[in-house]
């Protein structure tokens, strides 16, 4: 009842103008006429008007007494309310309070005493002066004259400090002045009411709208959202671009047909009805033309589903694939080529799967090699063709499949059951996404037939060219015995050897007495008596010769070696014939390896270069262009800046501080622009005194993968500049260091000084809320496998002590084996969210759950909401008013002039209370008591009406029943 006075009092009171009684004119005419029959009828039109002003005047008399009997009982129930523990006023959070026209307290509820500490009987009588300090005083006591002044209520923000009573906060105050039956002052009545939290939340609302705008915009790929019927709600920048429009402005609020020519928006619209039907994401890649080129697009676009449900709309992200089909493209020419040369090439080819051992291709040369047709060779394992035991086939494929290996010689049977010697130069290559096993078989059985042609001659002729040499295993092998040839062979006298001053090492060349010492520990150690090896000794001139050794180990019992006995054939011309022809199988090897690239090979010493000719097609040229070539070919096209620190990388690798010489260098196009490549070389050949002499090297094209590094450089410099000035905060989690760094001020966010929060993830764990902590544990255990990006809530704490609530949203960053390697994610502060969401369940209770009803208009007061009780009270169902007028409920009794005065108090007060004749669906009239307020935004522009009303028919009917 007291609230119901209360928003009697606060009711705008509309007062009428009335004109006096029309009879002036005719009395003046009754003076001026003498006609007598004038003047009777003046006298009776003087009658008529005095009797019909007499009624105005006795129903406005009546009015008036209404009025004033209605204001002093709406006086008294105010004060009443305020001076006793109403429970309406007792539980409203709302400071009210009642002052006389000079500033003194008359009543206030009890949350006004509360924050005072004082009893209700202390404030009664005081001022603002008596209960507050100066300055808040002298502010309270100007609004209180504004508000008289003005003669309505007025409103003002200000902040209220009690520092005795630990209170601060921002109050949003509004006061009305109040009148007696006289027309006189009665005072003043304030409401005032804490908005801090509200203007707090609404300002970090206002600046996360800004930082996710930012975000969004800062996405490298185009982004947009949809409503339901298709229009854009929201795009980037990336799509504005796309689009070709000024600003998004030019986007937003219009569909696809608007935007995109018209067979591509009938295309996009298709998939957003699918995705809206279906209520399931759609990937699809498809080509845009911009700029008269065809660029391709991969798109994903997934349906917006409110919490209750509801289709709100799409979300779509798009980008631009172009470069990576380019260079799928690239990938399936480069596979057509190896094909074509594996077809084709004149050795046996053969492609092993690394782990069962099993044949999956092979070329016509192995058909035409093996005599199998090739339906039955490809599916036979290689142990079948292979002599040696099954299981020392796989120990070597093993360590050929893991690098360990990539020669070999071995004996196989041919589909004729005839056995072939062959040497096998295998290696690991990408074949389809796998990687599989490249073996070049090569026929040697003519050759291992002269081998031991040679052998037999060897042991014919050992009193003749060959040199025999006894080792002890000891030490440098020192040597204990030689041959009596020795001095015309080597030209060392056989003391010379015998003596202790030089051992087997020391004739050894030092580029091959690694290779010689590894070699045969490695053959002691499996247990082999004999075996071979090719090197150069140092004869008693100082020069070098290659000698075929052939060593027998003497054992005694126990399996010991005793002694290593030698037998050393000269082989000088023989090895330079097969340097020779080494050189034109390393050639060969070089080109298989540099397939699709240019290849080189240079002459250290005297600058002589060979090119092949896709080397010149890189940059544009014929090779018979660039005719005669030399260093100098390369010199020209190098970019002037690369070729300074090309040198510092060649003279590395001459220094051996580097096993290869790589480098990334421009050159320059026969067009004028420049050409990234990738410049890959080794020395394979030094000269007697160890300098460098044949280089061989290949050129590979990167100019898009090296555009690709300067764009993802710059995407990775926007990615910071957005979340150093983002709200939310980006990190990249490293799983194999356990590496967490963050990419904007983390530790400012939550109060904390720079750095307290980088680290680890066990650091980061230590600040996760007690009861979160194991769950986000899990979770980061999960993260080493997972493959799929994965969301997570947990509270934070603040450095206030306080927790914050955090979102985290992260995807994997997957390595070559399909594993992730690390995480990138963004974390986002949703405690303002969560809060906003519990406070909007609860408006929602009270929304539904409340006695009156409730309707909520748009702007054209259209009805978009209505409560149970509206239901209840009027009959209607909501979806028989939803989208129609209130006018709807209308009885008819109340004219335009009505509701023209009620419109005209909402555009002027933004509210109107009062009470109306309405019709229910079933026929019968009833009056309502309705409150009207009208919703703005921050500009000012109302956004929706929200009308609260309860049939006062059946309140008054109570009432008289009660009494």
Known sequence: ??????????????????????????????????????????????????????????????????????????????????????????????????????????????????????????????????????????????????????????????????????????????????????????????????????????????????????LLDNFPHLAWMKDADGRYLAVNQAFVDAAGRRDANDIVDKNDLDVWPHDLAEAYRADDRTVMRTRRNKEVEEAVRQGGELVWFETYKAPVISDNGELLGTVGFARDVSERRRMEQAIRDSERRFREFFQRHSAAMLVIDPGSGRIVDVNEAAIAFYGYPRTELVGMRIEQLNTLPPEEVETLRLQASEGERNYFEFRHRLASGEVRDVEVYSSIIEQNGQRVLLSVVHDITER????????????????????????????????????????????????????????????????????????????????????????????????????????????????????????????????????????????????IEGMGVGTWEWNIQTGETRFNERWAELIGYRLSELQPVSIETWLRAAHPEDLKRSEVELRRHFAGESDQYVFEARMRHKDGHWVWVL?????????????????????????????????????????????????????????ASDRLDWFGDVDHLLGYSRGTLSGSSGAWLAYVHPEDREHLRVAADNRATATTPCECEYRIQHADGSYREWQDKAVPVLGADGQPDKWVGVCSDVTLRKEAERRLQLAASVFDNAHEGIIIADRNVRIVDVNAAFIEITGYQRDEALGRNPSFLSAGHHDKGFYGAMWQALQRDGHWRGEVVNRRKDGTEWRESLAITAVTDDSGAVVHYVGMFFDASACEGRRRAQH
């Not at 080794?682 to 460098?692: H, K, L, N, S, Y």
């Not at 957005?722 to 980006?730: E, P």
């Open 448 to 591: 291992k037939r002269s081998q031991e042609v040679l052998e037999r001659e060897h042991d014919l002729f050992a009193a003749g060219p060959v040199v025999v040499l006894t080792l002890s295993p000891a030490g440098k092998w020192p040597i204990s015995e030689v041959s009596e040839n020795c001095a015309s062979v080597l030209g060392y006298r056989s003391e010379e050897l015998t003596g202790g001053g030089i051992t087997g090492l020391d004739l050894v060349h030092p580029d091959d007495r690694d290779r010689v010492v590894g070699e045969a520990s490695t053959y002691l150690e499996q247990g082999r008596n004999r075996f071979e090896q090719s090197l150069r000794l140092r004869l008693r001139d100082g020069s070098h010769g290659w000698f075929h050794v052939f060593t027998q180990v003497v054992r005694n019992a126990q399996q010991d070696v005793e002694a290593i006995r030698s037998y050393l054939v000269d082989q000088t011309s023989i090895k330079e014939l097969e340097i020779t022809l080494a050189d034109e199988r390393r050639r060969l090897s070089y080109v």
């Open 679 to 735: 410049d890959r070389g080794r020395v394979f050949e030094w000269t007697e005194d160890g300098r460098p002499l044949w280089m061989y090297g290949t050129h590979q094209d990167i100019t898009e993968r090296k555009l690709a590094e300067i764009k993802t450089r710059e995407n990775e410099q926007r990615l910071r500049a957005a979340a150093v000035n983002a709200y939310d905060v980006l990190y990249e989690w490293d799983l």
């Open 1 to 214: 009842m007291a609230q119901r006075s209360i928003h009697r009092l606060t009711r705008p009171v509309t007062t009428g103008r009335y004109a006096s009684p029309a009879f002036a004119p005719a009395l003046w005419l009754a003076l001026a006429t003498s006609d007598a029959v004038a003047a009777d009828a003046l006298v009776r039109q003087l009658g008529l008007g005095l009797g019909f002003a007499m009624l105005l005047v006795a129903l406005l008399t009546a009015a008036l007494l209404q009025r004033n009997r209605q204001m002093k009982t709406n006086a008294r129930a105010l004060h009443l309310a305020l001076a006793q523990d109403d429970p309406v006023l007792s539980a409203l959070p709302d400071l009210v309070t009642l002052k006389d026209a000079d500033g003194r307290y008359q009543s206030c509820n009890d949350a006004f005493t509360a924050l005072l500490g004082r009893q209700r009987t202390d404030i009664i009588g005081k001022t603002d002066f008596d209960l507050f300090d100066t300055q808040v005083a002298r502010r309270w006591r100007a609004s209180h004259r504004g508000a008289i002044e003005a003669g309505r209520a007025i409103e003002d923000e200000s902040w209220l400090s009690l520092p005795d009573q630990g209170f601060t906060a921002l109050l949003l105050t509004t006061r009305k002045p109040l009148y007696d039956e006289n027309g006189q002052l009665m005072g003043v009545l304030s409401i005032a009411r804490d908005v801090t939290e509200l203007r707090i939340a609404e300002d970090r609302a206002r600046k996360q709208a800004t930082y996710q705008r930012a």
